[in-house]
Structure formats: structure tokens, C-alpha cells
């Protein structure tokens, strides 16, 4: 008997609308089957377009992390930023859920709100805030198409936020000390073309992407009153 369950479809390299919707559902199933079970979120190819996406919801589901590759068609940058020399995964506690802002939006075919996701490691709290727009819809439709956006027309703009308080059990890691967490809301900008976003800059007054870099990820951690981020 073991503990560990799929939540999911199978993972469909050559469908290019379940990419995005992939990472969206296993989110979505965890409210409830994250009480119940150790998620599976299936294999994923290391040399996919998507493999840094796939991999940093892996990173942040508190799942196992396997992969399908071919022979000879390992992506090994991916494979150091998941497993560390030994083989072992740095996993963290609880399956990733979104959070609650996410919870009556459609962050894969509204066009209006970005898919974050948050979990828990032993020193930290993380925010994923993944870009799932323009990847189809739920339940998939026999035969629908996947509409690639017009090269030419303008970044389409999502707006957005973060806080400490999107970790719902971020006390876990929080001293007495501080108990008085402050706030943290800004303007996130992003630019949703297939599944990629831009960079957020962190300012002292706001988060944008006007610097034009690319970026399909994004993940805050929050420790306390501090904080630190990482994009890919």
C-alpha cells in the first residue's frame, strides 16, 4: 500500500493546450486530494519547451519528481535545479494548492487572472505564480485548436498581487517575534503570449515587466517580514 496517488491526466507532451492546463489541474485537485493523498503529477520530458515550467510546479507540489526521457534526450540543467547529488528531492510539505484569490478565477481561458501557488518548506514560504493563460480549456473539447497569438499585436496585460498572507500556514516557520507580518502588495504586469511572461522587477514601490525579459515562472519566498525571489 502506499500513500501516493495521480490527480491527474496523463502527462501529453505533444497536446500543447495541456501543458498550462496540466500544472492548473493538479493545483485545483490538491484542495481536496492534498487532504487524502502524496500527489502524482505524472512524468515529464527534461527536453520539452515546457520543462522548466513542468518542473517548477514539481519543485512546488510536494510530489515526487520522475521523468520519461528518451535515451540520450536528458535535459540535465533542469535535472540539477530538482534533484541535489544524491538523487534526493528537496520536497516540501504539503501539496501545492492555489491560493485564495485564485480560487473563483479560471487561470487558464479567462485572460484574467494568473494560476499562484503556495506550499511550505522547513525555513520558508513559497508563492508560484505561473502563467496558465491561452492553454485551452476544462474539459478539453475533441478536435479544439490551439490559437497561437498574433505575433504583431501588443503584449496582452494581466495585473496582479502577491502578500505573506497568500501562504496560509506561513506561521509555521514565523518566530514569535514576528508575529506581525506586514503586508506585501504591489503591481504585478505580465504578458501573457502561449505560455510565457515577463520578468517581475522588484522595486521598492512595485513589481513590473518593462524591462521586456522573458519568463513563464516565478516564485516568491517569504521568511518572516523578509523576502526573496527567483524567476525562470
Same mark, same amino acid.
Given at each position: 500500500?502506499?500513500?501516493?496517488?495521480?490527480?491527474?491526466?496523463?502527462?501529453?507532451? !505533444?497536446?500543447?493546450?495541456?501543458?498550462?492546463?496540466?500544472?492548473?489541474?493538479?493545483? &485545483? $485537485?490538491? #484542495? @481536496?486530494?492534498? =487532504? +487524502?493523498?502524496?500527489?502524482?503529477?505524472?512524468?515529464?520530458?527534461?527536453?520539452?519547451?515546457?520543462?522548466?515550467?513542468?518542473?517548477?510546479?514539481?519543485?512546488?507540489?510536494?510530489?515526487?519528481?520522475?521523468?520519461?526521457?528518451?535515451?540520450?534526450?536528458? !535535459?540535465? $540543467?533542469?535535472?540539477?535545479?530538482?534533484?541535489?547529488?544524491?538523487?534526493? +528531492?528537496?520536497?516540501?510539505?504539503?501539496?501545492?494548492?492555489?491560493?485564495?484569490?485564485?480560487?473563483?478565477?479560471?487561470?487558464?481561458?479567462?485572460?484574467?487572472?494568473? #494560476?499562484?501557488?503556495? $506550499?511550505? !518548506?522547513?525555513?520558508?514560504?513559497?508563492?508560484?505564480?505561473?502563467?496558465?493563460?491561452?492553454?485551452?480549456?476544462?474539459?478539453?473539447?475533441?478536435?479544439?485548436?490551439? @490559437?497561437?497569438?498574433?505575433?504583431?499585436?501588443?503584449?496582452?496585460?494581466?495585473?496582479?498581487?502577491?502578500?505573506?498572507?497568500?501562504?496560509?500556514?506561513?506561521?509555521?516557520?514565523?518566530? =514569535?517575534?514576528?508575529?506581525?507580518?506586514?503586508?506585501?502588495?504591489?503591481?504585478?504586469?505580465?504578458?501573457?503570449?502561449?505560455?510565457? $511572461?515577463?520578468? &517581475?522587477?522588484?522595486?521598492?514601490?512595485? +513589481?513590473?515587466?518593462?524591462?521586456?525579459?522573458?519568463?513563464?515562472?516565478?516564485?516568491? &519566498?517569504?521568511?518572516?517580514?523578509? #523576502?526573496?525571489?527567483?524567476?525562470?
Amino acid at each position: 500500500m502506499s500513500g501516493v496517488a495521480r490527480i491527474s491526466e496523463d502527462y501529453l507532451p !505533444n497536446e500543447p493546450t495541456f501543458q498550462a492546463l496540466h500544472v492548473a489541474t493538479v493545483a &485545483f $485537485n490538491s #484542495l @481536496l486530494l492534498g =487532504e +487524502i493523498v502524496v500527489p502524482d503529477r505524472d512524468v515529464f520530458f527534461t527536453d520539452h519547451y515546457t520543462a522548466d515550467f513542468h518542473g517548477a510546479a514539481r519543485a512546488l507540489g510536494g510530489c515526487a519528481v520522475y521523468v520519461s526521457d528518451k535515451l540520450g534526450k536528458h !535535459n540535465f $540543467n533542469v535535472l540539477k535545479k530538482l534533484v541535489l547529488p544524491d538523487g534526493s +528531492i528537496l520536497r516540501a510539505r504539503h501539496a501545492g494548492r492555489p491560493t485564495r484569490d485564485c480560487l473563483v478565477t479560471d487561470p487558464v481561458a479567462d485572460a484574467k487572472g494568473l #494560476l499562484n501557488i503556495w $506550499n511550505m !518548506n522547513k525555513l520558508t514560504g513559497v508563492v508560484g505564480i505561473f502563467n496558465c493563460q491561452r492553454a485551452g480549456k476544462w474539459p478539453p473539447t475533441p478536435g479544439a485548436q490551439y @490559437l497561437q497569438p498574433d505575433p504583431g499585436s501588443p503584449p496582452f496585460i494581466i495585473p496582479g498581487c502577491i502578500s505573506p498572507l497568500d501562504v496560509d500556514l506561513l506561521e509555521e516557520v514565523v518566530d =514569535e517575534s514576528c508575529n506581525d507580518i506586514v503586508q506585501f502588495i504591489d503591481s504585478i504586469q505580465v504578458s501573457v503570449i502561449c505560455l510565457v $511572461n515577463m520578468v &517581475f522587477l522588484l522595486t521598492e514601490k512595485s +513589481i513590473s515587466s518593462s524591462q521586456g525579459q522573458k519568463s513563464r515562472f516565478f516564485f516568491f &519566498f517569504f521568511l518572516g517580514q523578509d #523576502l526573496f525571489y527567483e524567476s525562470q
